[in-house]
């Protein structure tokens, strides 16, 4: 209750930076951290990427904040991120492959898992913003780069 009192409140400036700190309690849906400027944060399981140990110092970026100033945190990139390393994967699986891929956003969730290490929410989210941006097209279950 001790660290509770003293913590320093977060502001709506944190989201999005970066913080570290040290586990100071685990409970059974994630942990709490102390970070090193004094905030208070708690990172949930579903945003650990790995275990966490009490007294483990940990880097993490902060989702939110609280009312109260303290901070909800996740190890995992932000969605825009995961978009973007999502994109990314998808040009290169083009590029290796000469331009075409019999995969698009019809293809089996199961096989997309498979080949991308990611949900085809993600795969279909990754496609559309490649057609928005231009970079590639669709045509009887395949996607193909667009010529520059």
Not at 17 to 26: A, D, F, H, K, L
């Amino acid at each position: 209750a001790e660290l509770e009192t003293m913590a320093a409140e977060g502001t709506r400036e944190l989201i999005n930076t970066m913080v570290s700190g040290y586990v100071y309690r685990i409970i059974n849906i994630g942990c709490f951290l102390l970070t090193d400027e004094g905030y208070l944060a708690f990172l949930h399981n579903d945003d650990r990427k790995n275990s966490v140990r009490l007294g483990e110092n940990i880097t993490v970026r902060v989702k939110s904040v609280r009312e109260d100033g303290r901070l909800n945190v996740s190890e995992l990139p932000s969605m825009k991120e995961r978009y973007n390393n999502d994109a990314d994967q998808i040009m290169q699986t083009l590029r290796d492959r000469g331009g075409a891929m019999p995969y698009c956003d019809s293809t089996d969730p199961d096989m997309i898992r498979i080949k991308f290490h990611i949900s085809k929410g993600a795969f279909k989210r990754a496609l559309g913003k490649l057609m928005k941006e231009g970079k590639i097209y669709q045509e009887e279950g395949w996607t193909f780069l667009k010529e520059k």
